[in-house]
Structures are given as C-alpha cells and as structure tokens.
C-alpha cells in the first residue's frame, strides 16, 4: 500500500528565516505530486505540481519554490520567509493519468 | 485559480439527522472526488467517481456524480460526532494534472 509522509509536523520560524518542507511516497513509482497551502479555516490553494523529476509547475507566483529531486521526493523553500507564509502546508500524490489525489498529515507553519 | 461552488458552507444538525451537500461547477469534469478534513489534519478521501450518473456508498455515505457533468452531491444518512469536519468536492478531467476543489462544507454537531 501507498504511503505519504510530511516533516516537520510544525514549524515555527521567525520572518526572514530559510524553509524546508519534505514530502516523500512510499508505495508507488512515478507519481505527480503536489504542495497545497491552507488559511485557517479556508480552502485549498495550489502552489506547485510536478509530473516528474527535476518537473516543477507553479500556480502562484510567491516567495516560495519547489524541488523533486528523487521520483518519490518533493520539497517546498523559501529563502526569507514572510509572516503571510504561515499557513497549513499539504502535499498529496496521484498515480499518473488519474486524478484521485491522497494527501498526506500536513505541516503547519507558523511565521512571527 | 478557479473553485468550485460548495453548498452549504456551513451545518449545524443534532446527531442522528441526515446530510445533504452538493458542489456545482460551470465546467465539466471526468471525475468528482469527495474528501473530509479533521482538524489540523490534512484531507482523507471518502468517496470517488467516475462516471456522469453513477452513485456511489461508502458506509453511511453517498455520492453521486451528476448526469450533466457539472455537479455532484454527498449525503450522509444518520449523523454521528464523528462526522464534524469540513468536506471539500473535487472535479478532474483527463489531461489535466490538477483537481479544482470547493470551498469547503463545515459540519457541526449540536449536542
């Protein structure tokens, strides 16, 4: 069976302060893979996508960036980090060529 | 980026009652997903669908994916505490890598 991970759980950075967000399957080959953000209480935004290694697609121009550099890997940064970056960060997989996607625990990020 | 119209956007029902919910979109899909999310957990899948028409049950669950394409409802028969969360709607279509989600329906419980 298929598993997805996400590190940390939560974080809790000062503005300014580089980030790394890890995301890693278990369980499968050749994924698309995908990093969400969520405000509180708000639905789900797409920041990036990727249908293979070294592939990233981005939705929204922001002061953040992404990086597959394994098939099963996917990692969210950023430089400096902004107090509006806070938020709820979801990464989730699909197989390729279907559209159900399965999303991992999360990482919340906390910015001061 | 486009999203789906999700109704209600918020429940409050006493245990034991029935669920109705539907998304609605001015496009049409290929597939309509249905997710729930706990509380500072990320969203689990309940239900998938695949074909304009087909009804589908998980347990307590329904879904059915609307014959125009364009819509897709989620009922949940005889409500329990463990229901509370908010459900999100997803449409797909073949070629597109990414999912157009609602906003989002938050149920709640009164005691």
């Known amino acids: 069976s298929q598993t997805i991970h996400q590190w940390p759980a939560t974080l809790v950075q000062p503005v300014g302060s580089p980030l790394s967000l890890e995301c890693t399957v278990e369980?499968?080959?050749?994924?698309?893979l995908y990093w969400y953000r969520q405000a509180a209480g708000r639905g789900l935004q797409l920041l990036f996508y990727?249908?293979?290694?070294?592939?990233i697609s981005s939705e929204v121009p922001q002061n953040l960036s992404a990086s597959r550099p394994q098939d099963r890997q996917f990692i969210l940064s950023s430089k400096k980090l902004l107090l509006s970056d806070s938020g709820f960060y979801l990464c989730?997989?699909?197989?390729?060529?279907?559209?159900?996607?399965?999303f991992g625990p999360g990482t919340r990020l906390t910015v001061l | 980026g486009q999203q789906l119209n999700q109704s209600p956007q918020s429940m409050f029902i006493q245990e034991g009652e029935d669920v109705s919910m539907n998304c609605t979109s001015s496009?049409?899909?290929?597939?309509w997903l249905w997710y729930k999310q706990d509380p500072g957990e990320g969203p689990v899948l309940l239900i998938a669908?695949?074909?304009?028409?087909e009804l589908t049950s998980n347990g307590r669950l329904t879904a059915q994916f609307g014959i125009t394409r364009k819509d897709s409802f989620l009922n949940i028969s005889a409500s329990i505490p463990s229901d509370v969360g908010i459900y999100f709607c997803?449409?797909?279509?073949?070629?597109?890598?990414?999912?157009?989600f609602g906003t989002g329906t938050r149920l709640t419980i009164i005691p």
């Open positions: 989730a997989w699909t197989r390729r060529s279907t559209d159900t996607q399965y």
């Open positions: 369980g499968t080959s050749n994924p698309n």
């Open positions: 990727s249908v293979g290694i070294g592939q």
């Open positions: 496009s049409i899909f290929n597939t």
């Open positions: 669908l695949y074909k304009a028409g």
């Open positions: 997803a449409g797909g279509y073949f070629g597109n890598e990414k999912l157009t």
